[in-house]
C-alpha cells in the first residue's frame, strides 16, 4: 500500500543522511519505524521473559527490621 507523508525540512534532511550513511532508501527507514511503533503499541505488557522470571536464588536482599519508620511529614 502506498501513503504519501509530509515530513519537516528538518526531519526530511536527517532521514536523508540516515538512509544515505546506511545505504538503504528513506522509504525502508520509514517502514522499520513504523513497524517498530506498531510492536510497541501492540504490545501491551511486559515481555514474557519478564512476566516469567522467578528471580535469583543466589541474591538475598538483608533485613531492613532495624529502620525507623519515616516521620509524618518530611517537608
Not at 35 to 59: D, T
Request: aromatic residues 8%.
Amino acid at each position: 500500500m502506498n501513503f504519501s507523508i509530509y515530513l519537516k525540512d528538518e526531519i526530511a534532511m536527517k532521514l536523508q543522511a540516515i538512509a544515505e550513511k546506511e545505504r538503504v532508501s528513506r522509504n525502508n527507514l520509514i517502514s522499520e519505524a513504523v513497524e517498530r511503533l506498531i510492536e510497541e503499541r501492540e504490545s501491551s505488557s511486559w515481555g514474557e521473559e519478564v512476566m516469567n522470571w522467578e528471580g535469583c536464588p543466589e541474591f538475598e536482599l538483608p533485613s531492613h527490621d532495624d529502620l525507623l519508620p519515616p516521620g509524618e511529614d518530611i517537608f
